[in-house]
């Protein structure tokens, strides 16, 4: 497996997030909070949920593998279908609607909660597959970790500079390819071992085109950047996306 220690390197001048952090503005759970205002469109990304079968009188419990909460037993759900099913618009301010499963006696066709911080392994492969179509893939990215990951010092010996923003958080600096990241980041999302699952909360190019951010107490991520970009992603069928605009809330 890749490592995180071996593939990114600590960016140590801080001044390179410093238009990320100046921009990161607004109320909290406020769209340009979470990514800076300045670009020309903005794509909320929603993390599916995931249903145990219906066709089984006693599901398995699930089990949190980075990609699902089981490998074998459980589908992915959208927010979509739920909000539908609630008579609820579907949109990008939606909300999850599903009630909390007991996850100690699981019922069929229960729906459990979309994973907060974390891409499923399919729905990163389109979103890079889209971002590398448009970036050199050998143009170094920055790339955001929270500082609060209690294993993070045994995944980096030498840490980057610190910074505050993205939610008002604290998160270090590395850097990396955006090969060296895709390829790392699904690497550690399809370990099967859970403290291995440190993936980073915000990248983006040094040349500042757009930045994709993955908060880590949140179910849904966030692209900002040109529309032809933003555009690619929507139109992904591998990914539940809508546009999103200035003062929207999550």
Excluded at 17 to 31: E, I, S
Excluded at 132 to 145: A, K, M, P
Aim: glycine share 8%; with cysteine.
């Amino acid at each position: 497996m890749n490592s995180p220690d071996t593939t990114y390197r600590p960016e140590k001048d801080a001044a390179c997030a410093q238009w990320v952090v100046q921009n990161c503005k607004g109320p909290l759970h406020a769209l340009h909070r979470i990514v800076p205002t300045g670009f020309e469109k903005y794509v909320r990304i929603f993390h599916p949920g995931w249903r145990w079968p219906e066709s089984k009188e006693k599901p398995e419990q699930g089990e949190f593998d980075g990609s699902t909460y089981s490998s074998t037993e459980m589908r992915p759900v959208s927010w979509s279908e739920l909000a539908s099913r609630a008579g609820a618009e579907p949109n990008g301010t939606m909300q999850w609607h599903a009630p909390e499963p007991n996850y100690d006696d699981p019922k069929p066709g229960e729906t459990a909660p979309p994973l907060e911080g974390i891409l499923p392994v399919q729905v990163l492969d389109a979103l890079m597959q889209i971002l590398t179509s448009h970036s050199r893939v050998d143009q170094d990215c920055i790339c955001v970790f929270w500082e609060g990951f209690g294993s993070i010092e045994r995944h980096f010996a030498e840490r980057g500079a610190r910074i505050v923003g993205l939610g008002q958080q604290g998160h270090f600096l590395m850097k990396a390819s955006l090969s060296d990241v895709w390829v790392t980041w699904r690497s550690i999302l399809a370990s099967k071992d859970m403290v291995e699952k440190i993936t980073p909360q915000a990248i983006w190019p040094v040349s500042k085109d757009w930045i994709l951010a993955t908060p880590f107490d949140n179910p849904s991520s966030f692209f900002g950047g040109p529309s032809v970009i933003a555009e690619h992603i929507l139109a992904a069928k591998e990914v539940e996306a809508f546009e999103v605009f200035d003062g929207d809330t999550f």
